[in-house]
């Protein structure tokens, strides 16, 4: 990689990162930004139309035009507060938070709710300001990289479980509940993986869980919210354990087509977050404009059961040919991953489908496992069956 010239910068220490940058282009793992504009189910980049299946918009809400005009003509232009300039504890505590967490409280059996500005300023808050040194950790091997992030923010000691493996937990806990050294436990799981598309037995979670009396259950929804449950309240309503999971969060910024994290939990539990979690405390607060656009979303896709059926059943589909062609797949869901290995012929192969008209990206190491890197294929609602014959075609 040839350097710049660039006076403030000591070029030996450039050096280091562009061989270091050399490094990852000859693995095959080199990432870069791509310019593209969304067109609903289609994406364009550099002039080329393709089917989108990279989105996290699983229920096509973020594409839908129709849906943005209703919300801004029935929304005052007095209310279109682009930036609350300031934290909620100083004076950014707009009317639009209290309605949106009024919302979720209501959904959710009237627990509490709790606001934050991304997924990710929620899994580095939350684990640290709930733990110290006389708590224990026990995390899903595969946890997101935000909620191990958190998890090393914190001061407690913390064991990685197999994935997905209940049993081994199990084990886990029995071996550290009567320790006393620890006060608390603290079960840390995605309900669905984002990398595999697997889902954790939420139900055999919570059963475990009722057998130890300091544990806790920390669920991610991040990719269920919206898409799983009668209502798109995510994996603990379909299997009907949301009053049993302590601290449930998940992400507006996927099918629910907006932006920020949320905690659904005990009213302690939210009150202590106020006065201890440092990325909530220290953070200015989302524009109003924001909540007010999620609140609205949040109310229409409780009455998208149709769109959920529809893609639940694209997803039992791809997941069910992608097996026949011979691919490992470990999907129950609606992010289905076809796991090559080798990471250049992964990228190749999504050049090759690039081409052919279907915009899915390869996902290398360190996001995934060695020698697991994947086509990572992320259905939405607008997928139809034929999209899906044809890709498996090209597969």
Same mark, same amino acid.
């Given at each position: 990689?040839?350097?710049?010239?660039?006076?403030? %910068?000591?070029?030996?220490?450039?050096?280091?990162?562009?061989?270091?940058?050399?490094?990852?282009?000859?693995?095959?793992?080199?990432?870069?930004?791509?310019?593209?504009?969304?067109?609903?189910?289609?994406?364009?980049?550099?002039?080329?139309?393709?089917?989108?299946?990279?989105?996290?918009?699983?229920?096509?809400?973020?594409?839908?035009?129709?849906?943005?005009?209703?919300?801004?003509?029935?929304?005052?232009?007095?209310?279109?507060?682009?930036?609350?300039?300031?934290?909620?504890?100083?004076?950014?505590?707009?009317?639009?938070?209290?309605?949106?967490?009024?919302?979720?409280? !209501?959904?959710?059996?009237?627990?509490?709710?709790?606001?934050?500005?991304?997924?990710?300023?929620?899994?580095?808050?939350?684990?640290?300001?709930?733990?110290?040194?006389?708590?224990?950790?026990?995390?899903?091997?595969?946890?997101?990289?935000?909620?191990?992030?958190?998890?090393?923010?914190?001061?407690?000691?913390?064991?990685?479980?197999?994935?997905?493996?209940?049993?081994?937990?199990?084990?886990?806990?029995?071996?550290?509940?009567?320790?006393?050294?620890?006060?608390?436990?603290?079960?840390?799981?995605?309900?669905?993986?984002?990398?595999?598309?697997?889902?954790?037995?939420?139900?055999? %979670?919570?059963?475990?869980?009722?057998?130890?009396?300091?544990?806790?259950?920390?669920?991610?929804?991040?990719?269920?919210?919206?898409?799983?449950?009668?209502?798109? %309240?995510?994996?603990?309503?379909?299997?009907?354990?949301?009053?049993?999971?302590?601290?449930?969060?998940?992400?507006?910024?996927?099918?629910?087509?907006?932006?920020?994290?949320?905690?659904?939990?005990?009213?302690?539990?939210?009150?202590?977050?106020?006065?201890?979690?440092?990325?909530?405390?220290?953070?200015?607060?989302?524009?109003?404009?924001?909540?007010?656009?999620?609140?609205?979303?949040?109310?229409?896709?409780?009455?998208?059961?149709?769109?959920? !059926?529809?893609?639940?059943?694209?997803?039992?589909?791809?997941?069910?040919?992608?097996?026949?062609?011979?691919?490992?797949?470990?999907?129950?869901?609606?992010?289905?991953?076809?796991?090559?290995?080798?990471?250049?012929?992964?990228?190749?192969?999504?050049? !090759?489908?690039?081409?052919?008209?279907?915009?899915?990206?390869?996902?290398?190491?360190?996001?995934?496992?060695?020698?697991?890197?994947?086509?990572?294929?992320?259905?939405?609602?607008?997928?139809?069956?034929?999209?899906?014959?044809?890709?498996?075609? %090209?597969?």
């Amino acid at each position: 990689m040839k350097l710049l010239n660039d006076n403030a %910068l000591n070029n030996s220490l450039l050096n280091d990162y562009a061989i270091k940058l050399d490094e990852l282009k000859q693995q095959g793992n080199l990432r870069q930004f791509t310019s593209n504009v969304q067109q609903g189910r289609m994406i364009e980049i550099q002039g080329q139309q393709m089917l989108n299946l990279s989105s996290n918009d699983y229920l096509g809400l973020a594409a839908d035009l129709n849906l943005r005009e209703h919300f801004f003509d029935e929304t005052p232009n007095q209310l279109h507060r682009m930036s609350s300039s300031s934290s909620r504890l100083l004076t950014g505590n707009f009317p639009e938070y209290e309605l949106l967490e009024a919302s979720l409280s !209501q959904a959710f059996h009237g627990r509490a709710a709790l606001l934050f500005n991304s997924g990710y300023h929620m899994n580095i808050g939350i684990l640290p300001a709930l733990s110290d040194s006389k708590t224990l950790i026990l995390a899903d091997k595969l946890v997101h990289a935000s909620m191990i992030d958190g998890i090393r923010l914190s001061s407690a000691k913390y064991v990685r479980y197999r994935h997905n493996d209940l049993n081994h937990l199990q084990q886990l806990l029995q071996q550290y509940h009567t320790d006393e050294a620890f006060n608390h436990i603290i079960v840390v799981t995605e309900s669905i993986f984002s990398m595999d598309g697997d889902e954790t037995d939420l139900a055999e %979670l919570v059963r475990i869980k009722q057998q130890f009396a300091k544990v806790m259950l920390y669920v991610d929804e991040a990719h269920a919210i919206g898409v799983r449950g009668e209502q798109g %309240l995510g994996c603990a309503e379909q299997y009907g354990v949301i009053d049993e999971i302590d601290l449930l969060v998940g992400t507006f910024g996927k099918a629910l087509a907006s932006v920020g994290g949320y905690l659904i939990c005990h009213p302690i539990i939210r009150e202590y977050l106020i006065n201890s979690m440092r990325p909530l405390i220290f953070s200015t607060a989302q524009p109003p404009i924001c909540m007010a656009w999620t609140d609205f979303i949040f109310r229409h896709v409780l009455g998208l059961q149709q769109q959920r !059926q529809h893609l639940q059943q694209i997803s039992q589909n791809l997941q069910q040919s992608v097996q026949i062609k011979g691919f490992d797949c470990p999907s129950t869901s609606h992010i289905v991953p076809v796991i090559i290995g080798e990471s250049q012929k992964t990228v190749e192969k999504a050049r !090759q489908l690039q081409q052919a008209g279907f915009y899915i990206m390869p996902v290398r190491p360190p996001t995934v496992p060695k020698h697991s890197s994947r086509l990572r294929i992320s259905l939405t609602s607008q997928v139809n069956q034929a999209d899906l014959e044809q890709l498996v075609r %090209l597969l």
